[in-house]
């Protein structure tokens, strides 16, 4: 039977083997990431469109943006929010606009005659 000992370093063995893994999927992606903003990057060149030096920049900053991009999108799978999310619930204004007024009367003008219309229908099968 193995002792605690034992345990503990299986343990410590697996977590460096996972932060391992980890390491190595993410420096795929973004390798993966690299490679494709640097074909882009030589086609935008080949166009026309930018030269050497503003491609070079362009993908510094796309990686720039991927690395920094990767931390935060693990760190908010795993990790909670530590208070809820705020709504702001917004005041209509008093007054209607123009626009609002002509809906509110049109509509008001669209219930009358609805009433109408039901009126004349119940006075139509009253008198069959």
Do not use: C
Not at 25 to 46: H, N, Y
Not at 104 to 114: A, G, P, T, Y
Request: proline share 5%.
């Amino acid at each position: 039977m193995p002792g605690f000992g034992d345990i503990v370093q299986k343990a410590f063995y697996l977590g460096v083997g996972l932060a391992s893994y980890a390491g190595e999927k993410a420096g795929g992606k973004l390798a993966e990431v690299r490679s494709q903003v640097q074909k882009l990057a030589d086609e935008m060149v080949a166009k026309g469109e930018m030269n050497t030096e503003e491609a070079r920049r362009f993908v510094e900053d796309m990686m720039k943006q991927a690395q920094q991009a990767q931390p935060s999108n693990v760190a908010s799978e795993k990790t909670p929010p530590s208070q809820p999310r705020r709504i702001e619930i917004l005041e209509e204004d008093e007054e209607p606009t123009v626009k609002e007024a002509s809906n509110d009367q049109n509509v008001d003008k669209l219930r009358q005659e609805v009433l109408n219309l039901q009126d004349e229908l119940k006075r139509l099968q009253r008198d069959r």
